[in-house]
DNA sequence: AGCTTTATCTTTACGATGTAAAGATAAAGC
DNA sequence: GCTTTATCTTTACATCGTAAAGATAAAGCT
C-alpha cells in the first residue's frame, strides 16, 4: 500500500477507533454501551462496507477497515462471510441486484423499442457513474465468488436481462438455450458498447475525447451519439 | 490473501529462495556466486515481473514475489522503481508499447479499409488472449502512475494509433486537436466495442453466449459478427 | 595507485493486511 | 435452570509495502 494512501485510511482508522473504545467502555458517559452480540452485524457490515467502498475506493476496502467502520472487532466479519472474497461478493450481489432493478425501471418507461434501448443504455452508465466503487466491485475485481447463490443469481439475472432485452427485438425465435449466430453478435455488441464506454469512462480515458470533442459535450452526449450510429442497424419493423 | 492463493505462491517461494541461497554462498559447488551488484537488475526485475504476473496473476504481483523471482533481497527493486506502483507502470509501459506494435503491424497488412479495421480489432483482442496478465495491468490495475514519462508516451501513442486509424476514414479533416461530434462518437465506440469484448472475454463473461451459440462458434467468430454488423455504417466512399 | 564518492544491494524494522484458533459472552433450546 | 450454540473478541502468525541503515563494489578523482 502506497504510503499516501495508509496517510488517506489511517484518519478513519483513529476516529471509529476511539468512538468504538468510548462507547464500550465509557458507560458512565450516559450513552448505551455497544451490546457484545450486535443483533444484525451481517447487514450492518454490508452497510459499513459499501461507506468504506465509496469513500476509499476498492484498494480502501479491507475486512478490518469495515470492521473498523462498523464498530467490531477486526475478526467479526469471519463468521458471517467468511473470508474477504466472501464479504466481497455478497455487497457485490446487492450492486448486481439494485443494478438490475434500475435497468427493469428504465427498459419500462414509453417509447419506441430503440428509445427504451437507449433508456437502458443511459440508466446503465448512470448507475456506474453514480456508484463507481460499486461498479468495479462487480465488473473488475478478481476476488469474486460466483459459486455463491446470491451473487450467481443476481448476475444471472443480469445477464438475462441483457440478453431478452436484445433479443427481442431481434429477427426469428428468442430459444431459452439456443441462439444464432447474429442473436449473440447482438447481445455481444450490445453488451461491449456499452461495457466498454463505462470502463472507459471511469478510468477516465475518454477525457481527452471529451476535451476535444465540441463544446458541451458530456459523456451522455457521447453515449446517445455513439448509439446513434449503431442502434439503426435493426431491422426495420422494430 | 486466500489461503489457496498462499499456497500456489508458496511453491515457488520456497524453490527460488533456495536457488538463491545456493548460488550465492555454496561457491565450492563450482557455479559461479551471484555477484553483489546485479549488473542489470531493472530489465532482470522487469521481466521476473511479467513472468509473475502471468504466472501467477495479478494478485500474485508483488514486489517481494518479484525480487524473489530476480533472486535479489526483496527490497532491491525499491532503488529502481521506488515502489509498487513504479515497477507496475513501467511495466504497463511495456505491455503498451508492444500492444502498439501489433496494432500498428495489423493495421498495416494489405486490404480495404474495412478489412484492415478487422485485422485490427482481431490484434487488439489477440494481444489481450495472449498476455491476460499484461492487459489486465494496462486497463483495469489502479496502480498506475501516468505522470511517468515511459507509460504516458506508450498510453498516449496508443490512442494516438486507435484515433487516427478511426478518424482517417470519416467525412471532414481530420484535426490534430479539434475532433466533431461524429467522429468523437466513431472513436468511443470503436475502443468500447473492442475493449467491452475484451473485458467481458476475459472475465470469462462471455462464456455463457458462446455456449449458446451455434456450435463451433468461437471468440474470434463471435467478435467478427459483432464487428460485421457495426463496421459498415462507413461513408460509401470508404 | 590509492583514496573518496556514489550507486547498488542487503538487512533490519514497522505497521498494515487476511486468516486461524482460542477465549468470552449472550442468546436459544431443552 | 442448565446446557448448547451462535456470536463476538483476543491473540497470534505469515505476508505485504516501505523506510532506514549497513555492506559492497563500481566509478571518479587527485
Chains 1, 2 share one sequence.
Not at 476516529?15 to 457484545?36: K, L, M, N, Q
Not at 464498530?71 to 464479504?87: E, I, K, M, N, R
Not at 438455450?177 to 469512462?201: C, F, K
Amino acid at each position: 500500500m502506497t504510503k499516501i494512501e495508509q496517510a488517506r485510511l489511517s484518519r478513519h482508522r483513529t476516529t471509529t477507533a476511539a468512538a468504538r473504545t468510548r462507547s464500550r467502555r465509557a458507560v458512565s458517559a450516559g450513552e448505551p454501551a455497544a451490546p457484545y452480540h450486535h443483533g444484525a452485524l451481517r447487514d450492518a457490515l454490508l452497510e459499513a462496507a459499501e461507506r468504506v467502498l465509496e469513500r476509499d475506493g476498492l484498494a480502501g476496502l479491507t475486512l478490518r477497515a469495515v470492521a473498523r467502520e462498523a464498530g467490531v472487532s477486526h475478526a467479526a466479519p469471519t463468521h458471517h462471510f467468511g473470508d474477504l472474497t466472501g464479504l466481497v461478493s455478497e455487497l457485490a450481489a446487492i450492486g448486481f441486484t439494485r443494478f438490475n432493478a434500475a435497468m427493469k425501471a428504465a427498459g419500462e418507461q414509453p417509447g419506441t423499442p430503440i428509445e427504451r434501448a437507449m433508456a437502458r443504455a443511459r440508466a446503465y452508465v448512470a448507475y456506474a457513474q453514480a456508484n463507481p466503487g460499486m461498479y468495479g466491485l462487480m465488473f473488475r475485481t478478481e476476488r469474486l465468488d460466483y459459486s455463491r447463490p446470491a451473487l450467481h443469481e443476481a448476475a444471472e439475472a443480469s445477464f438475462a436481462g441483457l440478453a431478452g432485452s436484445v433479443a427481442a427485438r431481434s429477427e426469428g425465435p428468442v430459444g431459452d438455450e439456443e441462439l444464432s449466430l447474429d442473436q449473440s453478435a447482438a447481445i455481444a455488441r450490445a453488451w461491449s458498447l456499452v461495457h466498454g464506454y463505462t470502463m472507459l469512462l471511469l478510468d477516465g480515458r475518454l477525457a481527452d475525447i471529451l476535451r476535444r470533442s465540441p463544446p458541451g459535450t458530456t459523456a451522455e452526449k457521447l453515449l446517445e451519439a455513439m448509439l446513434r450510429a449503431t442502434v439503426p442497424k435493426l431491422p426495420p419493423g422494430a
